[in-house]
Nanobody, 125 residues
Framework: QVQLVESGGGSVQAGGSLRLSCAAA????????MGWFRQAPGKEREFVAG????????RFGDSVKGRFTISRDNVRNTVYLQMNSLKPEDTALYYC??????????????????WGQGTQVTVSS
């Protein structure tokens, strides 16, 4: 059983930056690819970014490419989402998820095994 706790959300003006963190506990962190998803009110859950177990492979949703980066620290058992040039449409509840996957990154939330509770990001214009 893996527990995931997100932090770093908040309110920011358009054009600003935030860094989200997701700390994992209770499992072997290097056994999981990690992903970030988001969900805005009335919208479907959206894949934001993912990173393979060793950090060698990353994927991004089309709406965040070039603005967001993902990284992980396998010593601290933490994955990060650096969000730059934020837009009002980035406003959502952001979730961290763990996927028992040895290579690559899944973009579908149903493939992920464990989820955090989410952290809210609000971007004002």
């Amino acid at each position: 059983q893996v527990q995931l706790v997100e932090s770093g959300g908040g309110s920011v003006q358009a054009g600003g930056s935030l860094r989200l963190s997701c700390a994992a506990a209770g499992g072997t962190f290097t056994g999981y690819a990690m992903g970030w998803f988001r969900q805005a009110p009335g919208k479907e859950r959206e894949f934001v970014a993912g990173i393979s177990w060793n950090g060698a492979y990353t994927r991004f949703g089309d709406s965040v490419k070039g603005r967001f980066t993902i990284s992980r620290d396998n010593v601290r058992n933490t994955v990060y989402l650096q969000m730059n040039s934020l837009k009002p449409e980035d406003t959502a509840l952001y979730y961290c998820a763990a996927d028992r996957l040895w290579s690559g990154v899944h973009v579908t939330g149903d493939e992920y095994d464990y989820w955090g509770q989410g952290t809210q990001v609000t971007v004002s214009s």
